[in-house]
């Protein structure tokens, strides 16, 4: 959990450095090397590892449009997950996706911008674990904003009704967006909007890894022995803005300051040293995580972009004749119309 952890912090803080560059002095979304908007998860880093230590590669997770650290633990590709932030053809979705849009069939994660779209994914990959006679679970991850959606609230009654093997993981930081919990929800507690649908619910209030993976495993074991979904939210603390670029105007002047003193990074560590394991084991890790994120990030950059005539592969719908001979003639002439 602690390489997890450590790996995904420094994965954020590298890439909102190469996500800064040719934006400045005056904010420019386009530019740079990362295009669009990036939403970073330093200071939840708990969650993800706390919960994914207990799954496996055929057990489905999906994630909101926060989701890095939440691949990293559940054993995403670093490179090709890289290389799909950065746009890149050798990305997890050939560079179409961006980071909101991760896709790992591999390890069965993905995610979404969309705010609780993946309730309902993880619901559907439950059932049809069970269906098949599995001990496959799925997890969704969501915010605390996200709660009062209804995808949520179908998604936990078909999960209790059919009694799948499901765990839903409510991320709370505060803030959904720029709007702080008690002006959006009803309740302080999530976990318990489980209770109007009869299944097991449990708020974890501290952001320690330790905590996470006790309560998790409690979760992920009723649902891998048949016996159904439950409700976790986690107490996280957010670090960063919304998105990148964000000025956080509506946060008090203090309360940054105030949740990095709450960071579950060195609380693990602690933890750790309390039970004996030495300083330099930890800084070994340390740079082993970080010389994997730095490799990353320098092979997706060297990785190609695109061609223009690939944005109509991939797609939902067949394009029209005359598109199909417009794609042909751009590969065959190098063409970008």
Not at 15 to 24: D, N, P, V
Request: proline share 6%; charged share 30%.
């Amino acid at each position: 959990m602690y390489e997890n952890m450590v790996l995904a912090r420094y994965y954020e803080e590298r890439l909102q450095e190469e996500y800064l560059e040719g934006k400045q002095p005056a904010f420019d979304i386009s530019a740079g090397p990362i295009p669009g908007e990036l939403h970073l998860a330093a200071g939840h880093e708990a969650s993800g590892a706390g919960v994914c230590i207990h799954l496996r590669d055929d057990d489905t997770v999906t994630g909101p449009h926060r989701p890095h650290h939440i691949a990293i633990a559940k054993g995403v590709d670093l490179k090709k997950m890289t290389a799909e932030i950065f746009g890149r053809k050798t990305g997890l979705c050939k560079g179409k996706g961006g980071h909101m849009h991760l896709f790992d069939p591999s390890v069965n994660f993905a995610c979404s911008g969309i705010i609780a779209q993946g309730c309902p994914p993880a619901v559907g990959a439950a059932l049809a674990a069970k269906k098949r006679g599995l001990d496959s679970v799925a997890v969704a991850f969501l915010g605390e904003g996200a709660i009062d959606q209804g995808c949520f609230f179908e998604s936990l009654n078909l999960a209790q009704v059919q009694q799948l093997p499901v765990v839903f993981v409510i991320e709370d930081n505060d803030w959904a967006i720029s709007m702080p919990k008690d002006r959006v929800t009803d309740v302080k507690d999530g976990s318990i909007r489980a209770k109007g649908h009869g299944m097991p619910g449990e708020r974890i209030d501290s952001n320690d890894a330790i905590a996470v993976y006790e309560a998790a495993k409690k979760a992920v074991d009723r649902a891998r022995n048949g016996n159904g979904p439950t409700l976790l939210e986690v107490q996280v603390h957010r670090h960063m803005g919304h998105f990148m670029g964000d000025a956080e105007g509506y946060r008090p002047d203090d309360e940054v300051e105030r949740v990095k003193k709450l960071d579950p990074i060195p609380r693990l560590e602690k933890d750790l040293k309390s039970e004996g394991v030495e300083q330099a084991e930890l800084d070994e890790i340390r740079t082993r995580a970080h010389e994997r994120v730095d490799e990353a990030i320098e092979w997706a950059k060297q990785q190609p972009e695109p061609e223009p005539h690939e944005s109509l592969e991939d797609v939902f719908h067949n394009p029209p004749e005359e598109w199909e001979q417009a794609v042909q003639q751009a590969a065959t002439q190098g063409g970008d119309d």
